[in-house]
């Protein structure tokens, strides 16, 4: 059964930081591209950043500069640093799983990010 589970939000200031994390199992994770998404109500769910099983990366021009996307095969898990927090970085944020340039097959449940003060 794959799982897909994050972890790491909450409240932040603007300008604070945070770390997403989101561990996988019953999946070869090397082989997997992983993304991060994010959604907040009444809006479709958008792609924040994305670390292919070659390591990698892309990212929304929204967050450039600001988030940093890694991943670490050895304890099957992706990382999301997220600094210089903007209270418009506030939504769920789920991290999704594919092979290749098929659709995302897996998801986590999403974790919530609240930038306010």
């Known amino acids: 059964q794959v799982q897909l589970v994050e972890s790491g939000g909450g409240l932040v200031q603007p300008g604070g930081s945070l770390r997403l994390s989101c561990a996988a199992s019953g999946i070869i994770f090397s082989r997997y591209s992983m993304a991060w998404y994010r959604q907040t109500p009444g809006k479709q769910r958008e792609l924040v950043a994305v670390?292919?099983?070659?390591?990698?990366?892309n990212y929304a021009d929204s967050v450039k500069g600001r988030f940093t996307i890694s991943r670490d095969n050895a304890k099957n898990t992706v990382y999301l640093q997220m600094n210089s927090l903007k209270p418009e970085d506030t939504a769920v944020y789920y991290c999704?799983?594919?092979?290749?340039?098929?659709?995302?097959?897996?998801w986590g449940q999403g974790t919530q990010v609240t930038v306010s003060s």
């Open positions: 999704g799983a594919r092979q290749g340039f098929r659709p995302y097959e897996y």
């Open positions: 670390i292919t099983s070659g390591d990698s990366t």
